[in-house]
Structure formats: structure tokens, C-alpha cells
């Protein structure tokens, strides 16, 4: 069964912190992995996109890794400032049917003063 | 601006009654994906159009029911109202021709059922 579990559920961590949120999925064919930002009451938009052959891709203070044989991503967070709070959501893309995308069910993160 | 547009933002309404949400997609586009927020919950899919025509469905229940026109733009039809229903409701859309293309999504119509 196509699956994407995130952990952790929720993470609070002070300003100017790093954290790593992790995805990990069990889908297949793969097409690709996506991470999105939620801001409460917003529609989700997307950071990043990780294809197979990709291991590491940076967006800003954002940087997301992906595994391919452990079927695993992260994305770590830098210098972490009071609008990285937010949801942030794993989306992996099948490469075959109709309905392509399953959504994880994200990690919310309360940045502190 | 991901150039995803919903109407209404918010809507009040009472228990038994019927509201239609409405979506336009980003020019170019030929799906429209519907999506279901609870409070403090994920992303539920409910259903899938792709040029006009029903592409997936998820878990939509029969009260509920959706169609896209010809001009792309689609609706999302919530009848019987129950406490329950009351939710966001996202609007997403992908460009064509790709495989697990990016979702642009809407800022959402939020329902509150009393």
C-alpha cells in the first residue's frame, strides 16, 4: 500500500535554531518527492521537488535530502526564523495512474522567540 | 499569488442546507483536484477532474459531488450539511502532460457548518 509517514507530528524549537523534519515513504513507481508549506489557514505551496537521482537540493534556508534506497527524505531548516511556522508537508508523486500524489500528513512547527 | 482561485473564502451556513464552492484553476491547466481540511488534520483527497472529465476519486462522500466546465473552472456541490462538513476546502491544480506535476493550490474556502 502506498504510504508517506512524517515525524515527528509537531516540533517546537526557538528562534534561530535548526531542525529536521523526516519523511519516509513507501511508493512505487516513484515519480517524485515534494516538500510543501502550510501557513495556518493558507493553501500548501511547494519548496522543493527531489527526482530519483537527486540526493540534495537547497531552497534558501531550506535544504531537503532524499534516499532512494531507504525511501527516505528530510528537511532541514536553518537558522530557523518565526515564519518558518507553519505545516510542512511530504508529497510523493507516483509515476503511473490516474491520481498521482500522496500526502503525508505533516509536522507542525512552532518557531519561539 | 499561485493563481489558483476560490470562492468564497468563507461561508457560513446550517445543518441540512446545500453550498457550492467554486474554482478556478491557473491558466494552462487542465486538472483540478479538490481537497478537504479538518481542523488540525492532513489533506484528504476527495476528487480529481482533468479537462472536464472525472479523473480519481477519493474519499468523497455521496452528498457531496463536483464537475468542471468547459471554460476549466469547477465546482464542488455539498449538500445535506452536517456539523462535520465544516472544514477548509482546497482547490489545487497541476500543469498538463506531467507525471506528479507540481500542485498550485487556492487559499482555500473555509466552511463553517452550525
Known amino acids: 500500500k502506498n504510504q508517506v509517514e512524517q515525524s515527528p507530528q509537531s516540533l517546537i524549537i526557538l528562534e534561530g535554531k535548526n531542525c529536521t523534519l523526516q519523511?519516509?515513504?513507501?511508493?512505487?513507481?516513484?515519480?517524485?518527492l515534494r516538500w510543501y508549506k502550510q501557513d495556518t489557514g493558507r493553501g500548501p505551496v511547494s519548496l522543493t521537488i527531489?527526482?530519483?537521482?537527486?540526493n540534495t537540493k537547497s531552497n534558501g534556508r531550506y535544504t531537503a535530502t532524499l534516499d532512494a534506497d531507504t525511501k527516505q527524505s528530510s528537511l532541514h531548516i536553518t537558522a530557523s526564523q518565526l515564519s518558518d511556522s507553519a505545516s510542512y508537508i511530504c508529497?510523493?508523486?507516483?509515476?503511473?495512474?490516474?491520481?498521482?500524489?500522496?500526502f503525508g500528513t505533516g509536522t507542525r512547527l512552532k518557531v519561539l522567540a | 499569488d499561485s493563481g489558483v482561485t476560490q470562492t468564497p473564502k468563507h461561508l457560513i451556513t446550517a445543518t441540512g442546507q446545500r453550498v457550492t464552492l467554486r474554482c478556478s484553476p491557473r491558466?494552462?491547466?487542465?486538472?483540478v483536484y479538490w481537497y478537504q481540511q479538518s481542523l488540525d488534520q492532513g489533506l484528504q483527497f476527495l476528487i480529481q477532474?482533468?479537462?472536464?472529465?472525472?479523473?480519481a476519486k477519493g474519499n468523497i462522500l455521496e452528498r457531496f459531488s463536483a464537475q468542471q466546465f468547459p471554460d476549466l473552472h469547477s465546482e464542488l456541490n455539498l449538500s445535506s450539511l452536517e456539523l462535520g462538513d465544516s472544514a477548509l476546502y482546497f482547490c489545487?491544480?497541476?500543469?498538463?502532460?506531467?507525471?506528479?506535476?507540481?500542485?498550485?493550490f487556492g487559499e482555500g474556502s473555509r466552511l463553517t457548518v452550525l
Open positions: 489545487a491544480s497541476s500543469p498538463p502532460g506531467t507525471s506528479g506535476g507540481e500542485l498550485f
Open positions: 519523511c519516509n515513504y513507501t511508493v512505487s513507481p516513484f515519480s517524485n
Open positions: 527531489m527526482t530519483f537521482s537527486e
Open positions: 508529497v510523493v508523486s507516483l509515476l503511473s495512474g490516474t491520481y498521482k500524489y500522496i
Open positions: 491558466s494552462g491547466d487542465l486538472s
Open positions: 477532474y482533468y479537462n472536464g472529465e472525472e479523473r
